[in-house]
């Protein structure tokens, strides 16, 4: 069998997509999976061994300059990128029109997806030969292990696998914002990562209270790690290192090299974003805080201590969340 996969974004998206991916690694030994993700997130699909060949799409960064001849031929360049196979199935996980449009319905196969109940987007079931009822209001990791399971004629079952286990070796080590090196020599002490950005604004939470967390960790012998990426993050995370002394901030890195550091840390404590997402996956007992996304949706998954605190609207107390860090620790 072959099958195409798409699932191109976001980063959170792509992590909780892999146990789906060892659902039909488990079932069909022999399958050749292929995969079509934002070129800004191409590599996560490469973790997963059983994924052979990753399609790069730009839709992000194509939807803004759709006139331009670069954009053309780049689309050009793609659409036969990923009409080179023909799949006994295309299963496109994402629900949305510009999935299923742009991208499904574009590859050499039959199409299965969301109807247009279950859908994100109901007017991508439109574009789909077999159409599937999956409930909404579920983890994600679940729906997309059920949709697998309806597209391809399986009932998953046992615990979510990602996979990730590969990334588990100890990292290179690395120079941190004050200058130091992580890890030190002889460093044995516990770290924790720590990721107060988020990808919207509306997704923060107070600074004061994050503060306060990293107070906590260090009172109970736990460095934290502050993590970053744009401009924005790294001023946010440079402000909560220079207001709690002993808060240590990662220089920007590889994504692979990031996940390897997450894999050794003692616990993560981040908003709803797809490094937190990672860090889950890899094991790591991790606490979520959600202030703008609807938790039932994306909860932190994983085969570790995970614990999902708020909701949308609902950011949760400082006094809930320093409870579920000592839980963490505890675990």
Same mark, same amino acid.
């Given at each position: 069998?072959?099958?195409?996969?798409?699932?191109?974004?976001?980063?959170?998206?792509?992590?909780?997509?892999?146990?789906?991916?060892?659902?039909?690694?488990?079932?069909?030994?022999?399958?050749?999976?292929?995969?079509?993700?934002?070129?800004?997130?191409?590599?996560?699909?490469?973790?997963?061994?059983?994924?052979?060949?990753?399609?790069?799409?730009?839709?992000? &960064?194509?939807?803004?300059?759709?006139?331009?001849?670069?954009?053309? &031929?780049?689309?050009?360049?793609? &659409?036969?990128?990923?009409?080179?196979?023909?799949?006994?199935?295309?299963?496109?996980?994402?629900?949305?029109?510009?999935?299923?449009?742009?991208?499904?319905?574009?590859?050499?196969?039959?199409?299965?997806?969301?109807?247009?109940?279950?859908?994100?987007?109901?007017?991508?079931?439109?574009?789909?030969?077999? &159409?599937?009822?999956?409930?909404?209001?579920?983890?994600?990791?679940?729906?997309?292990?059920?949709?697998?399971?309806?597209?391809?004629?399986?009932?998953?079952?046992?615990?979510?696998?990602?996979?990730?286990?590969?990334?588990?070796?100890?990292?290179?080590?690395?120079?941190?914002?004050?200058?130091?090196?992580?890890?030190?020599?002889?460093?044995?002490?516990?770290?924790?990562?720590?990721?107060?950005?988020?990808?919207?604004?509306?997704?923060?939470?107070?600074?004061?209270?994050?503060?306060?967390?990293?107070?906590?960790?260090?009172?109970?012998?736990?460095?934290?790690?502050?993590?970053?990426?744009?401009?924005?993050?790294?001023?946010?995370?440079?402000?909560?290192?220079?207001?709690?002394?002993?808060?240590?901030?990662?220089?920007?890195?590889?994504?692979?090299?990031?996940?390897?550091?997450?894999?050794?840390?003692?616990?993560?404590?981040?908003?709803?974003?797809?490094?937190?997402?990672?860090?889950?996956?890899?094991?790591?007992?991790?606490?979520?805080?959600?202030?703008?996304?609807?938790?039932?949706?994306?909860?932190?998954?994983?085969?570790?201590?995970?614990?999902?605190?708020?909701?949308?609207?609902?950011?949760?107390?400082?006094?809930?969340?320093?409870?579920?860090?000592?839980?963490?620790?505890?675990?």
């Amino acid at each position: 069998m072959r099958l195409l996969i798409v699932r191109t974004s976001s980063m959170g998206d792509l992590i909780h997509t892999l146990p789906a991916v060892s659902d039909v690694a488990a079932r069909f030994p022999q399958a050749r999976i292929d995969w079509v993700a934002e070129d800004s997130f191409a590599e996560i699909p490469t973790w997963h061994p059983a994924v052979g060949r990753v399609i790069p799409v730009a839709l992000r &960064r194509w939807r803004h300059a759709w006139w331009q001849p670069a954009t053309l &031929r780049a689309f050009g360049a793609y &659409r036969r990128d990923l009409r080179q196979s023909r799949y006994d199935a295309v299963v496109d996980l994402q629900g949305l029109i510009k999935s299923a449009a742009l991208v499904a319905a574009a590859a050499r196969g039959p199409v299965h997806g969301l109807d247009r109940h279950s859908a994100r987007e109901p007017l991508a079931a439109l574009w789909y030969r077999h &159409r599937h009822a999956v409930a909404r209001m579920q983890p994600a990791v679940l729906r997309y292990r059920s949709l697998m399971g309806l597209a391809l004629g399986y009932m998953p079952d046992g615990e979510p696998d990602f996979a990730l286990g590969h990334l588990l070796t100890p990292p290179a080590s690395v120079v941190l914002d004050d200058g130091s090196q992580w890890p030190g020599p002889g460093d044995d002490a516990p770290w924790a990562a720590i990721m107060p950005s988020a990808s919207r604004d509306r997704k923060l939470w107070p600074e004061a209270d994050w503060q306060a967390v990293l107070r906590h960790l260090l009172a109970a012998g736990v460095q934290p790690l502050l993590l970053a990426g744009n401009a924005a993050e790294r001023e946010r995370a440079e402000r909560l290192c220079a207001a709690v002394a002993g808060a240590r901030l990662l220089p920007r890195l590889s994504l692979r090299h990031t996940a390897r550091i997450l894999g050794r840390m003692r616990l993560m404590v981040g908003l709803d974003s797809g490094l937190t997402h990672l860090a889950a996956a890899l094991g790591r007992p991790t606490v979520g805080i959600y202030c703008a996304t609807p938790v039932v949706r994306t909860p932190i998954a994983g085969p570790g201590h995970c614990v999902s605190l708020g909701d949308r609207g609902q950011p949760p107390t400082l006094a809930a969340v320093l409870d579920a860090v000592d839980a963490a620790l505890a675990a």
